[in-house]
């Protein structure tokens, strides 16, 4: 059972937290996990300012800049990390905005605060040895020989496509054929854009569907489970898991690490960083930019090695 929250605050600030949360569930159709860690958010900054008194509407008002850094820095000391401070920032911040939206409290040194930047997390890409190596291990760990092929197909579309895992198994019988050149996907947003197909792919789809003990439908699901119902990703997921232990490869090898690789590795080949946009669909070439990072990575991990000077003692 769960701790009860102590918010610290007199009766007709703890109206107002009740209202706040209210809305939470009922307008921003909050889940109660999420309504459970804004309101412990919200409760320890209460706890941080109250100085062991009950705090009042006109306390929060009365607020300024530096008591809300000062809050800041103590949960910096007890190293809280940016992510969970990140989200207290947005709790405080959501149930301050919600008191000016509703005419109870204007306090406009709240604007001032922002939620610490979080350490940039570059794409995991796998090794070109390491990829050939699970495409060739895919057919071996699956239950019957025609899942095995499945598996493969799918593992190729994500790698030599740069697919999302959703946007391959949302493919329908007769969105490939053995006269595509080009795939037209669905990606985020209902955003449509044109893959180029490698025609070594074709052969694996298509030796799936000659092995496959299911008839299928033009518009029906392409890839299917053992029930003959459209794969869940989680299976590829699973799959990539027994891959990972069977060959000694990283938690960080996953079906989008495979679309990672395909797009760090084009961008090692030449390619433009626009072109690998168009191709991942991203919205924004920012986005896309983060493969840059990852190449320069690359480079001052091999220079490091490579150069006479970092062997010397």
């Not at 190293?79 to 109870?104: H, L, P, Q, T, V």
């Not at 760990?141 to 949302?170: F, P, V």
């Not at 799959?239 to 990672?260: C, N």
């Amino acid at each position: 059972m769960k701790q009860k929250i102590e918010f610290n605050a007199d009766a007709e600030l703890s109206a107002v937290i009740e209202k706040w949360q209210k809305w939470l569930v009922a307008e921003r159709l909050y889940s109660e996990h999420t309504l459970d860690g804004y309101s412990r958010d919200l409760a320890i900054f209460m706890q941080s300012i109250s100085s062991g008194k009950e705090i009042s509407l006109s306390d929060l008002e009365r607020l300024e800049v530096r008591d809300f850094r000062r809050f800041l820095s103590e949960r910096a000391v007890k190293y809280i990390n940016k992510s969970s401070m990140g989200r207290e920032i947005s709790a405080i911040k959501n149930f301050f905005k919600w008191m000016d939206i509703n005419g109870i409290v204007k306090n406009p040194a709240i604007s001032v605060i922002t939620s610490p930047r979080k350490p940039k997390v570059l794409p995991k890409a796998i090794d070109v040895s390491d990829a050939f190596d699970m495409l060739d291990e895919a057919k071996g760990i699956a239950a019957d020989a025609w899942q095995g092929l499945r598996d493969k197909a799918i593992l190729m579309l994500l790698y030599g496509c740069g697919l999302r895992i959703s946007e391959a198994l949302s493919l329908n019988v007769g969105d490939i054929t053995d006269q595509s050149e080009f795939l037209r996907i669905k990606g985020k947003g209902n955003k449509e854009r044109i893959v180029p197909l490698l025609p070594v792919i074709w052969p694996h789809i298509e030796a799936y569907l000659a092995n496959t003990p299911y008839t299928f439908n033009v518009g029906g699901p392409l890839f299917v489970g053992a029930r003959g119902e459209r794969l869940s990703p989680r299976i590829i997921q699973r799959q990539m898991q027994k891959l990972r232990a069977r060959l000694g490869l990283p938690d960080t090898v996953t079906p989008h690490a495979l679309r990672h690789s395909f797009a760090t590795q084009l961008l090692q080949e030449g390619v433009d960083l626009r072109s690998i946009q168009e191709l991942l669909g991203h919205s924004s070439l920012i986005t896309t930019q983060r493969y840059t990072d990852v190449q320069t990575e690359t480079l001052k991990r091999e220079y490091h090695k490579a150069h006479p000077l970092e062997k010397q003692e």
